[in-house]
C-alpha cells in the first residue's frame, strides 16, 4: 500500500495544524495507522497511532495538544495538532500495516514551529 501524507508546514508557537495521511487501497479500515517524527541525527519516535480495533495511543510529549482520528468519509486518519511548541519541529511520517500487510511509510512531511 502507498501511504501519502500532507498538511505540513511553517507555523508559530502556539498555532494549530491537521496533518492527514491517507492509503492508496481501499482497505483503509484495516489498517492500525499512526505518525511518527524524526530530527536529524535522532530516532524516529512514536508521535500517536490508532488501532484498527479502536482506541489511540499517544506519546506523553503529546498528549493533550495532539488528537488523532480517523476521517472515514475522506479514507484519511488525520493528526489535529494544537498548542504546537518548537520543540515539536520535525519531519512527521506517517504509516499504515495489519497482519497481512507490512508496514508502509509515507514520504514525510516537514512541521515547522517558529518561536
Known amino acids: 500500500v502507498q501511504v501519502v501524507e500532507s498538511g505540513g508546514g511553517l507555523v508559530q508557537a502556539g498555532e494549530s495544524l491537521t496533518l492527514s495521511c491517507a492509503v492508496t487501497d481501499n482497505l483503509f479500515s484495516i489498517y492500525n495507522m499512526g505518525w511518527y517524527r524524526q530530527i536529524p541525527g535522532k530516532q524516529r519516535e512514536l508521535v500517536a497511532e490508532i488501532p484498527n480495533g479502536g482506541g489511540t495511543h499517544y506519546a506523553d510529549s503529546v498528549l493533550g495538544r495532539f488528537t488523532i482520528f480517523r476521517d472515514a468519509r475522506e479514507s484519511t486518519v488525520r493528526l489535529q495538532m494544537n498548542d504546537l511548541r518548537s520543540d515539536d519541529t520535525a519531519v512527521y511520517y506517517c504509516?499504515?500495516?495489519?497482519?497481512?500487510?507490512?508496514?508502509?511509510w509515507g514520504q514525510g512531511t516537514q512541521v515547522t514551529v517558529s518561536s
Open positions: 504509516y499504515a500495516d495489519d497482519l497481512l500487510h507490512p508496514r508502509s
